[in-house]
């Protein structure tokens, strides 16, 4: 029976659970790629990898995301050991620079190499790569995990303020959501993009990422529900009660919550106090409004092998977990027994009480 319905929505909706479906390319110990590109006319190579470590699995897509001050930039790649030759990307930049882009190569296992070509660039500048990840499309469906007990629900419970996905202005979803309307369990992820410093920038870095998922990764919209910056705001991302795209076969019921930034080497941005609060408010109101464990907080890095939501931000989920709790019984509640001390009081005065 859990079988057929299994299959059943496996075959009506193929993309559903598809999501978080690469793996980190690597390039020794580098993880993040950066480059001086300087001022000069001309098509130029500016950048070349070399070839990076060899990723696990086999692939056809390459998606890159970074910083690209000018627009006067290409970037190809190649299988480094393949005859498919140099593969130009299909860059999407935003107009604050941030740009992802996007190769797609025959299917096959491999490292992979990199190159930037400047073709007229006005000004010197650097150009960061933050990420960049191979996987092969279409593939990641799994199993569910089942949903455990839960707590009450307080369908009463008030949300902690938070900007709509009208403020970033977010194009509709490509295809409908998903609905999942009892989540039992939150997942903490970082970015690995911008540390933003103001409302205005995580708003447009919010919309670069519903884009970079869109398009790049061909997502019905930005995985996570929630994004929190540095500087403790709270922007909806996917509306609550439908399903994510944040983590590999295990979305269901699964709350998404994401710090705008980079929380692991080399850049290894911190968490505010303002996020971490911002993030406990969330999660008490998860915890009140759905009955979800506070023990079900966990990172990606639990799910899967990633660094996310990097080694500055991973330690921080057991004080999370229980900051989660919104009412912890008083240390005494236990300790006091307050039948006990009844009959003691009436055994001292026998008259006294009834
Ligand atoms: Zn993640």
Redesign the pocket.
């Known amino acids: 029976m859990r079988a057929e319905l299994l299959l059943a929505l496996l075959l009506a909706a193929p993309a559903l659970r598809a999501g ?1 479906l690469g793996d980190e390319v690597t390039f020794g110990a580098r993880r993040v790629i950066r480059f001086q590109v300087n001022a000069s006319s001309g098509l130029r190579t500016v950048f070349d990898s070399g070839p990076s470590d060899a990723p696990a699995g086999r692939w056809d897509t390459l998606l890159i995301q970074g910083e690209m001050p000018d627009p006067g930039l290409r970037f190809s790649a190649s299988r480094a050991s393949g005859p498919a030759g140099w593969i130009e990307l299909a860059v999407k930049r935003f107009p604050d620079g941030r740009f992802w882009a996007r190769g797609r190569f025959p299917k096959g296992a491999g490292a992979l190499r990199l190159r930037a070509l400047a073709d007229g660039v006005s000004a010197d500048h650097e150009v960061i790569v933050y990420s960049a990840e191979v996987f092969e499309e279409g593939a990641g469906a799994g199993a569910a995990a089942p949903p455990p007990a839960r707590g009450p629900m307080d369908p009463e419970a008030q949300a902690p303020s938070f900007h709509a996905r009208a403020a970033w202005r977010a194009l509709p979803p490509r295809q409908p959501f998903t609905p999942d309307p009892l989540p039992w369990r939150v997942t903490l ?2 970015t690995d993009g911008r540390y933003t410093q103001s409302l205005a920038q995580s708003l447009d870095e919010t919309r670069f990422i519903q884009d970079f998922h869109q398009n790049g990764r061909r997502w019905t919209d930005i995985a996570y529900h929630f994004v929190v910056d540095p500087l403790g705001n709270i922007i909806e991302a996917r509306p609550l009660e439908t399903l994510g795209a ?1 983590t590999l076969n295990n979305n269901e019921g699964n709350v998404g919550v994401v710090l705008l930034g980079k929380y692991h080497s080399p850049r290894s941005d911190m968490p505010t106090a303002p996020q971490l609060a911002s993030v406990i408010a969330l999660g008490r109101y998860l915890v009140k409004r759905f009955g979800i464990e506070p023990a079900s907080l966990k990172g ?1 890095r639990d799910y899967k092998s ?1 660094d ?2 990097g080694d500055m931000a991973y330690p921080r989920l057991p004080e999370l977990r229980r900051e989660f709790d919104p009412a912890p019984p008083p240390a005494l509640s236990s300790a006091f027994d307050w039948d006990a001390q009844r009959a003691r009081k009436s055994a001292a005065s026998p008259n006294a009480t009834r």
């Open positions: 978080d992820h970082h944040h990606h990633t996310c939501p």
